[in-house]
């Protein structure tokens, strides 16, 4: 059974951290484009770590540029999201997406929710 399945979110307070993890079951990552999504209540799902195809380096939303680190581990077939210094903005149900070049392969995980409040 293909399943994304993330994990690590929950509550902390501004300046604290978190780290998400992503699991894969099914396939592997491997010619996949990878990426973290957000989205907030009200607002539209925004993009914030992507892996192209073939890549090994991450780009990054402005809004989260050297406070969040992606990491994968291939042996685990797992993808983290380091989150650090988080703000109150960054609340929000955290997903995981696998792609393949032209969306035949489009894979998403059922979220997980990061509150940042004191």
């Known amino acids: 059974q293909v399943q994304l399945v993330e994990s690590g979110g929950g509550l902390v307070q501004p300046g604290g951290s978190l780290r998400l993890s992503c699991a894969a079951s099914?396939?592997?990552?491997?010619?996949?484009?990878l990426s973290w999504y957000r989205q907030a209540p009200g607002k539209e799902r925004e993009l914030v770590a992507h892996?192209?195809?073939?890549?090994?380096?991450?780009t990054y939303a402005d809004s989260v540029k050297g406070r969040f680190a992606n990491s994968r581990d291939n042996a685990k077939n797992t993808m983290y999201l380091q989150m650090n210094s988080l703000k109150p903005e960054d609340t929000a149900v955290y997903y995981c997406?696998?792609?393949?070049?032209?969306?035949?392969?489009?894979?998403w995980g059922q979220g997980t929710q990061v509150t940042i409040s004191s």
């Open positions: 997406n696998a792609r393949s070049q032209f969306g035949r392969i489009d894979y």
């Open positions: 099914g396939f592997t990552f491997s010619g996949l484009a």
């Open positions: 892996i192209s195809i073939g890549s090994d380096r991450t």
